[in-house]
Every structure is written in C-alpha cells, then in structure tokens.
C-alpha cells in the first residue's frame, strides 16, 4: 500500500481542526491501538503474542480492534498456507507511524512521573 497524495492541512484554526489530524487520533486515541501499533513494530506477531503484550485488553476487544487497524490499512492478517498460523503485522502505512509513536514514548519519559505510570 502507498501512501495517499493529499493536501496538507498543517495548520488548525480557532474555528476548524484539520480533518487529517482528527481522523489520525480517532485511530490512534481508540483504546489499545496505540499499544497494539506498539507491539507490532517489533515484526510479524501471532494473536496470541499480541495477547498477552497488551495484558488488559480482553480477548474481543483485541480482535475487533485488530479488525478495525485492518480495514483502515495499518494491520495485515496473514495466513500461512502449509499450517493453521496466523501472524498479525504492520503494513506499510503502519509502519509510517513509528515516529509517532517514538515521540509518544519520547514525551512520556520527560513529562510523566513514574507514579503516573502506575496502573
């Protein structure tokens, strides 16, 4: 998948929020995605490997948010022929947010306590 060539809205005014920037955070503010995202830049995972990264997440809302990366082009579902496996990775447009999610990790180690990390 390639990247799509639109118009940049790189400012915000008063009055209006960049449609880009507001449908980036309604997929990445969803709760889990995020982690989930985090997990699968490491490489290909099983459900199962995801599962258990992502600890809090019950196991229907992991698929159904799994689902859903997958219909907006970040996740791919990978079915291998010769077993029954099944590997969950980042596609390219995924992948396309490990700065993102860099500078997410970037802005938590200097502006939040350790006490704050503490579920």
Known sequence: MQATTTTPCTQS???TI???FQR???ILGKKWNGLILEVL?????RFKDIASAVT???DRVLVER???????GLVQRVTHEDSELIEYR???????????LADAHAWGDVWLSDEECVD
């Not at 830049?41 to 995972?45: A, E, L, V």
């Not at 980042?90 to 993102?100: A, Q, R």
């Open 56 to 58: 809090k997440c019950s």
């Open 13 to 15: 005014t008063s009055k």
């Open 41 to 45: 830049m490491d490489g290909p995972h």
């Open 24 to 26: 980036t955070f309604m």
């Open 18 to 20: 960049c449609p880009h």
């Open 90 to 100: 980042l596609t390219p447009k995924g992948e396309g947010l490990s700065d993102v």
């Open 66 to 72: 799994l689902k859903e990366l997958e219909a907006d």
